[in-house]
């Protein structure tokens, strides 16, 4: 049985918070993740991104799904 994750586009990601002039710790809180989640995610820790947690993760960046993360499949 196969899942849908996300790959984050971390640079982007890392721009439109910087853009914003976002904390990190509110990016992470608003879109529903603790900031260490956040911050394993931005460093590549951890590379797999559910879809839940993408869409809030765009939301709170004015942005869509597809501009920070790409999918991919994992079974």
């Known amino acids: 049985m196969l899942s849908t994750y996300y790959r984050l586009k971390t640079v982007r990601v890392r721009e439109?918070?910087?853009h914003q002039d976002l904390k990190r710790?509110?990016?992470a809180e608003a879109a529903?993740?603790?900031k260490t989640t956040l911050r394993r995610w931005l460093?590549?820790?951890?590379d797999k991104v559910r879809a839940q947690n993408l869409e809030g993760l765009a939301?709170?960046?004015?942005t869509?799904?597809?501009e920070i993360a790409d999918?991919?499949?994992v079974s």
Request: overall charge positive; proline content about 9%.
């Open 16 to 18: 439109l918070i910087a």
């Open 25 to 27: 710790w509110w990016v």
């Open 32 to 34: 529903g993740v603790h």
């Open 43 to 46: 460093s590549g820790r951890i």
């Open 59 to 62: 939301r709170v960046l004015s």
């Open 64 to 66: 869509q799904p597809q």
């Open 71 to 73: 999918p991919i499949s």
